[in-house]
T-cell receptor
Framework: AQRVTQPEKLLSVFKGAPVELKCNYS??????LFWYVQYSRQRLQLLLR??SRESIKGFTADLNKGETSFHLKKPFAQEEDSAMYYC??????????????FGSGTQLTVLP | DSGVTQTPKHLITATGQRVTLRCSPR?????VYWYQQSLDQGLQFLIQ???????AKGNILERFSAQQFPDLHSELNLSSLELGDSALYFC?????????????FGQGTRLTVV
């Protein structure tokens, strides 16, 4: 079974402070991990994926297989970063179909 | 624009009624996912179709059903609606098989049951 855990439902930081949104996963195979962002209950948008090792809007995330974690980090939070963030795991290949499992989400609020 | 289209954007209906939500995936995507997002439950996976066949089932009620048609669009049917079914219903599509499981989301259908 695959599972994604985001332990923090709510997270508040001040503008300019570092932010880290935690994500832990459980999966026996080789995972594909993603972070999605949702602004004001709009469409979910892909923020970044572990395999491309890119930085989007100043956010980065490193896959730590030993700790089974994929935490999202940004050194200096901005007010426009306030949103709901979902960690997602792609795995459990069934035939040629992959299942995407989302964590419960973390609502980030960046205070002025 | 993600390329995933959901209709209608908003839907208001009464308890006990039946509604159909429609999703057109991105061109070339074979897999369609349905998610329910409510204030208290977060983002809940309902069901996944791949090339017309059901591939995975999540927390989908028996009153709900879905299908994917030969042209790959999908419909989610919700029947005997209850107040608690009020939520944002998202559809997502992805290219499955080799490669990433990255999903592209539609803008959602906001269902209000009164």
């Amino acid at each position: 079974a695959q599972r994604v855990t985001q332990p923090e439902k709510l997270l508040s930081v001040f503008k300019g402070a570092p932010v880290e949104l935690k994500c832990n996963y459980s999966y026996s195979g080789s995972p594909e991990l993603f972070w999605y962002v949702q602004y004001s209950r709009q469409r979910l948008q892909l923020l970044l994926r572990h395999i491309s090792r890119e930085s989007i809007k100043g956010f980065t995330a490193d896959l730590n297989k030993g700790e089974t974690s994929f935490h999202l980090k940004k050194p200096f939070a901005q007010e426009e970063d306030s949103a709901m963030y979902y960690c997602a795991l792609g795995g459990a290949q069934s035939g040629s179909a992959r299942q995407l499992t989302f964590g419960s989400g973390t609502q980030l609020t960046v205070l002025p | 624009d993600s390329g995933v289209t959901q209709t209608p954007k908003h839907l208001i209906t009464a308890t006990g009624q039946r509604v159909t939500l429609r999703c057109s995936p991105r061109s070339g995507d074979l897999s369609v996912y349905w998610y329910q997002q409510s204030l208290d439950q977060g983002l809940q996976f309902l069901i996944q179709y791949y090339n017309g066949e059901e591939r995975a089932k999540g927390n989908i009620l028996e009153r709900f059903s879905a299908q994917q048609f030969p042209d790959l669009h999908s419909e989610l049917n919700l029947s005997s609606l209850e107040l608690g079914d009020s939520a944002l219903y998202f559809c997502a599509s992805s290219v499955t098989g080799q490669g990433f499981a990255e999903a592209f989301f539609g803008q959602g259908t906001r269902l209000t049951v009164v």
